[in-house]
C-alpha cells in the first residue's frame, strides 16, 4: 500500500508568483485535507476536499485555492505568494470525509518565499 | 488567539519512565481530541483520540486523559521508550464532519537511554 506523496519536496519562490503543490493521497482514500505549518507552530487547517468537493475551509484567503481529481490526487494553489506563505505544506488523506476516520500526512512541501 | 495551548515546548524523560504531555484548550465547543507524532522530515503521525464524552482512552503503552471542565488534556505514554522522541502536537475539533482540527505548538518529548 502506497502512502501520501507530495511534491516537490522544496521550494523556492518569489513575491507575487504563483504556485501549486501536489499530493497523491493513499489508496482507497476519497478525503483530502491541507494544513499549513510556520516555523515553530502546529499545523493550520487551509480545506478539505471530499469526492473532488471543497467541503471544508479555515480562516485563509480565496488567493488559496484547491483541486481533488477524480483519482482523488489534490493540488494546492497559492496566488500572488507573500512573505508569510513561507512554510511546510501537509497534505492529509482520510477514507471517510467524517472527521474522525485516521488521516494519513504526507511528509510535506517545504515552501520559501523571497 | 491560540485555541489549543501545549506551555511546555521540550521535556527529557529516562527511558522506561512516564512520559506526560499536556495540552490546555480554551474552547468548550471543541468535542474530539487528538494526538499525534512528528519525526523530522515526515508528516504527523496519527497516535491516539478521545471524543469529549470520554475522560480516558487506552491504545497500548498510550493513555489520553480529558478534564473538560479544567479544559485540559493530557497524553501518558508508560513505559518511555528512545524511539518515542518526537515533536507531539495536540489537536481539538468543533466541527463534526471536518478535518479543521486546531492544533497546539508541538512538545519535543526526549527520551533519554
Known amino acids: 500500500e502506497t502512502g501520501v506523496t507530495q511534491s516537490p519536496t522544496h521550494l523556492i519562490k518569489t513575491r507575487g508568483q504563483q504556485v501549486t503543490l501536489r499530493c497523491s493521497s493513499q489508496s482507497g482514500h476519497n478525503t483530502v485535507s491541507w494544513y499549513q505549518q510556520a516555523l515553530g507552530q502546529g499545523p493550520q487547517f487551509i480545506f478539505q476536499?471530499?469526492?473532488?468537493?471543497?467541503?471544508g475551509r479555515g480562516n485563509f484567503p480565496p488567493r488559496f485555492s484547491g483541486l481533488q481529481f477524480p483519482n482523488y490526487s489534490s493540488e494546492l494553489n497559492v496566488n500572488a505568494l507573500e512573505l508569510d506563505d513561507s512554510a511546510l505544506y501537509l497534505c492529509?488523506?482520510?477514507?471517510?470525509?467524517?472527521?474522525?476516520?485516521?488521516?494519513?500526512f504526507g511528509p510535506g512541501t517545504r515552501l520559501t518565499v523571497l | 488567539d491560540q485555541q489549543v495551548k501545549q506551555n511546555s515546548p521540550s521535556l527529557s524523560v529516562q527511558e522506561g519512565r512516564i512520559s506526560i504531555l499536556n495540552c490546555d484548550y480554551t474552547n468548550s465547543m471543541f468535542d474530539y481530541f487528538l494526538w499525534y507524532k512528528k519525526y523530522p522530515a515526515e508528516g504527523p503521525t496519527f497516535l491516539i483520540s478521545?471524543?469529549?464524552?470520554?475522560d480516558k482512552n487506552e491504545d497500548g503503552r498510550f493513555t489520553v486523559f480529558l478534564n473538560k471542565s479544567a479544559k485540559h488534556l493530557s497524553l501518558h505514554i508508560v513505559p518511555s521508550q528512545p524511539g518515542d522522541s518526537a515533536v507531539y502536537f495536540c489537536a481539538a475539533s468543533a466541527e463534526a464532519g471536518t478535518y479543521k482540527y486546531i492544533f497546539g505548538t508541538g512538545t519535543r518529548l526526549k527520551v533519554l537511554a
Open positions: 478521545i471524543s469529549s464524552i470520554k
Open positions: 476536499y471530499y469526492r473532488e468537493e471543497e467541503n
Open positions: 492529509a488523506s482520510s477514507s471517510g470525509g467524517q472527521g474522525t476516520d485516521t488521516q494519513y
